[in-house]
């Protein structure tokens, strides 16, 4: 089945500075890579989202890039603010056994920007 | 609001015990998924039921078990309860089981067994 790795796993940055966070899958039918934001307490939402098909996608302050052939995605958040302190996941569509489709999240990574 | 609603919000029980988790969906959303959230495996895909019926599963226990109904809300029933079954249940939902479709998270059940 499909396996995410998430690094890193904490992240601290002032505001201001770039966030950088790294995924990697290993099953290489999946093809829908959403990144989700968790406040504390709260949860998941979808921030963005990309398809095989696509290489970058980017929305404001936030993009993300695919690299099928190493099955590697990435999050990038520009200019940080402190509301952006959460714990970001990615995850990877899951071809499931029975027709299914899911998404296999990797461990999180906790933002914190400080002001 | 996402539009999926769990209920309870928060249960305590004790171990060997049986409980009910209960989800309904999204308006017009037939695929319902329930995930399993704990401090250190982040968020662990238990199953996937699209229409009523079964379609993808992941690391669900024995001990665990799901069904959607007619009406499309779905509940997990979790027994013989033990100490690390402690966690947060996320139900979620989307339109369909199409690749790329938007999953919607509810706000969680809060299960903690002593």
């Known amino acids: 089945g499909e396996n995410v790795e998430q690094h890193p796993s904490t992240l601290s940055v002032q505001e201001g500075d770039s966030a950088v966070i790294k995924c990697t899958y290993s099953?290489?039918?999946?093809?829908?890579f959403p990144w989700y934001k968790q406040e504390l307490g709260k949860r998941p939402q979808l921030i963005i989202d990309i398809r095989s098909n696509v290489g970058e996608k980017k929305d404001q302050r936030i993009a993300v890039t695919l690299n099928k052939t190493a099955k590697h995605f990435s999050l990038h958040i520009t200019e940080t603010q402190p509301e952006d302190s959460a714990v970001y996941f990615c995850?990877?569509?899951?071809?499931?056994?029975?027709?299914?489709?899911?998404?296999?999240f990797g461990k999180g990574t906790t933002l914190s920007v400080s002001s | 609001d996402s539009g999926v609603t769990q209920t309870p919000k928060h249960l305590i029980t004790a171990t060997g015990q049986r409980v009910t988790l209960r989800c309904s969906p999204r308006?017009?959303?037939?695929?319902v998924y329930w995930y399993q959230q704990s401090l250190d495996q982040g968020l662990q895909f238990l199953i996937q039921y699209y229409n009523g019926e079964e379609r993808a599963k992941g690391n669900i226990l024995e001990r665990f078990s799901a069904q959607q109904f007619p009406d499309l809300h779905s509940e997990l029933n979790l027994s013989s309860l033990e100490l690390g079954d402690s966690a947060l249940y996320f139900c979620a939902s989307s339109v369909d089981q199409a690749i790329g479709n938007t999953i919607y998270f509810g706000e969680g059940s809060w299960l903690t067994v002593v």
């Open positions: 099953d290489s039918a999946s093809n829908y």
């Open positions: 308006s017009g959303d037939l695929s």
């Open positions: 995850a990877a569509s899951y071809p499931g056994d029975q027709a299914g489709t899911a998404l296999i």
